[in-house]
Nanobody
Framework: QVQLVESGGGLVLPGGSLRLSCATS????????MGWYRQRPGKQREMVAI??????DYADSVEGRFTMSRDNFKKTISLQMNSLRLEDTAVYYC???????????WGQGTQVTVSS
């Protein structure tokens, strides 16, 4: 069983920065996919950044502004968000996709609000 806990959300001005963190427990291997998703108001959940053990893939909308880091030893991931825009307002979720049994795990989500 894998458990995920996000932290670091909050209210920020446009152009500001936030850093999200995801602490995990349970069995996670280096080949399991870890990443961040978000759900904006009135929209479906979408991928923000994911790592399948190698380079990070980013959504076009955050490329160059967001940076995901993965620590395979501590089994944590973080998301550094810079140059935040109003449209980045969303609930951000940490995600793990286990390669062995094709099971996905989600955190409870953390709210990020970009507003002036």
């Amino acid at each position: 069983q894998v458990q995920l806990v996000e932290s670091g959300g909050g209210l920020v001005l446009p152009g500001g920065s936030l850093r999200l963190s995801c602490a995990t427990s349970g069995s996670i291997t280096t080949i399991d996919t870890m990443g961040w998703y978000r759900q904006r108001p009135g929209k479906q959940r979408e991928m923000v950044a994911i790592s399948r053990g190698g380079p990070v893939d980013y959504a076009d909308s955050v490329e160059g502004r967001f940076t995901m880091s993965r620590d395979n030893f501590k089994k944590t991931i973080s998301l550094q968000m810079n140059s935040l825009r109003l449209e980045d307002t969303a609930v951000y979720y940490c995600n793990v996709h286990k390669w062995l049994n094709d099971v996905e795990y989600w955190g409870q989500g953390t709210q990020v609000t970009v507003s002036s």
